[in-house]
Nanobody
Framework: QVQLVESGGGLVEAGGSLRLSCGAS????????MGWFRQAPGNEREFVAL????????YYADSLKGRFTISRDNAKNTVYLQMNSLKPEDTAVYYC?????????????????WGQGTQVTVSR
């Protein structure tokens, strides 16, 4: 079982930055991919970015490339999402998730563990 805890959300003005963190812990720790997703009110949960735990390969939603950066610190079992040039449309609850088998990391249904989410609100 893996527990994921997000932090770093909050209220920021448009154009500002935030860094989200996701700490992972638990027994039988065997993660292949860590992903970030977000969900705005009335919308489905959507893919933001992913990073493979071993090699550190990254992949981003096309619309977010250049503004968001995912990274990891294996020693701390922590994944980060640096978000720059934030826009009001980035407002959502942001979730981190862990996947164990190397499946399609853009598919929300392929993740085995989820954090509780952290709210990001970007004001105009």
């Amino acid at each position: 079982q893996v527990q994921l805890v997000e932090s770093g959300g909050g209220l920021v003005e448009a154009g500002g930055s935030l860094r989200l963190s996701c700490g992972a812990s638990g027994r039988n720790f065997n993660i292949y991919t860590m992903g970030w997703f977000r969900q705005a009110p009335g919308n489905e949960r959507e893919f933001v970015a992913l990073i493979t735990w071993g090699i550190g390969s990254t992949y981003y939603a096309d619309s977010l490339k250049g503004r968001f950066t995912i990274s990891r610190d294996n020693a701390k079992n922590t994944v980060y999402l640096q978000m720059n040039s934030l826009k009001p449309e980035d407002t959502a609850v942001y979730y981190c998730a862990a996947e164990r088998f190397g499946r399609d990391g853009q598919n929300v249904g392929n993740y085995d563990y989820w954090g509780q989410g952290t709210q990001v609100t970007v004001s105009r």
